[in-house]
């Protein structure tokens, strides 16, 4: 669960910090996260795929969701 913080830092290293987390493609916040985790050794937070790997299985052949599909797709 996400949770809002405010952050203190110098107003001349405000847009230097926002410049560098666009360049990696990252919002500030998710830099700064990804900060404190390495600094915390919590390692960088799992992936969407990480996240849901092994989640699901797959559908039951009795599953009447699986008829259609495997209709046009077998």
């Known amino acids: 669960m996400k949770t809002k913080l405010t952050v203190t830092i110098d107003?001349?290293?405000l847009p230097r910090a926002k410049r560098h987390a666009r360049a990696q493609g990252l919002?500030?916040?998710a830099?700064?996260?990804a900060r404190l985790r390495e600094a915390t050794g919590e390692g960088?937070?799992?992936g969407f795929a990480a996240r849901w790997?092994?989640?699901f299985g797959?559908?039951?052949r009795t599953d009447p969701?699986?008829?259609a599909p495997a209709r046009k797709y077998l």
Do not use: F, K, N, V
């Open 27 to 29: 919002s500030l916040s």
């Open 58 to 60: 797959p559908a039951e």
């Open 65 to 67: 969701r699986y008829e």
């Open 31 to 33: 830099l700064i996260e």
């Open 11 to 13: 107003r001349d290293l």
């Open 53 to 55: 790997r092994g989640a």
């Open 44 to 46: 960088p937070a799992p």
